[in-house]
């Protein structure tokens, strides 16, 4: 039996966990714990309590509200403002305090603990200007990465772990990249063991999609609500790529990194759907069309927002050697489940994504 706390754990990734990981080991005492931060998060509560997972309404910057949470061996961080924009349009103050301070208050109680960590950080670490400097093809529907890349880290099969660090990476990838560095000194110095995820984009069912984060959820709602959508940026066509990976995809693989802490424990790794899971905005656009039969005007929005970038696929392999983990949804069986959780759920869900 584990104790495990899910912090975040009323969120897309957070609540999808913990109710995947009661459903494989109904003895284990999960608590999530979120201060409600995300629109739409308190619509998670419901299927929460539903399977058997205590929720704690607190802050991972109050150190209380975390003390209050109860004892834990397994601690899983899922708690974040995680979108790539948050700071541009005044203070990055909550961003600081909540991904960096809070993770912070976090490790203090995986210390006095001796809990185990799983962290969710992401693709944003990797700077924008080493994306930048690559070269890509404009094909018809997407970027393609150039064949004769000299960037170390760079391949067919993506970028991996070996992509160069220096440079601007936002603020949300500057709180997950210091995160990722205060983890591993805890780790090395208290003896603690974890793994650090850098994970591409995730989706799925109960994720509330937004302009800024969850783009595979916002583009189906929008086609089913007839919404407003924009090719936002690198000429206003829709031709950035991203790859994406089903939440139950990158919970089978923590259940395996669960499993193998001792021999991982204190690695890095990128996690995402690779190559075979990419896609672009315009060809999002057409499998949005074919699933709800809705042909809705998208904008174009020529200029490129700050801290985009055009093209992020996750090179696996790392982990892949390790655990023989990889993706089993692709982007077919990821969309089709998203469309049938919205149509499921209209009614609540109507107002928070159309
Ligand atoms: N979804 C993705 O594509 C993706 C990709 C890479 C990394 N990640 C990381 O995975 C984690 C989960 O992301 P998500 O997609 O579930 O986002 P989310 O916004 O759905 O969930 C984050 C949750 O954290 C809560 N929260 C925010 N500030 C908090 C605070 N101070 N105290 C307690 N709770 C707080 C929010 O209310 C929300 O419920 C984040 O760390 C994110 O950076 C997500």
Redesign the pocket.
Known sequence: MKKVLI??G?????ANLAIYFKRDNPSWDITS??????RG?ELNLTQLAKSGIKFVH????IVDDLENAGEFDLFV??????SVLAGYDGSPSYLYQ?NLV?TLNCLEMCRKRQADIIF????RIYPMQVIDALQFIEEKTRFKLASDQKMPGVSEYGFSEKLPLAGIRSHYGTT?LCSELVIQEYMAAYGIQGVINR?????GPW??GKVDQ?FVVLWLARHMWNGNLSYIGYGGKGKQVRDILHIEDLYNLLRMQIDQLDEISGSVYNVGGGPELSISLYELTQICRDLTGHKIPIDSVFETRQADIPYYISDCRKIRKITGWKPRKGIKEITHHIHTWLKRNEALLKLILS
């Open positions: 912090t975040g009323a969120g897309f990734v957070g714990l979120d201060n409600l931060h995300r998060s607190g802050d991972i910057r961080e899922c708690s974040a403002e995680p909540s809070g969710l950080s992401t693709s997950k994970c591409g984009v995730i989706t994720q509330m969850g």
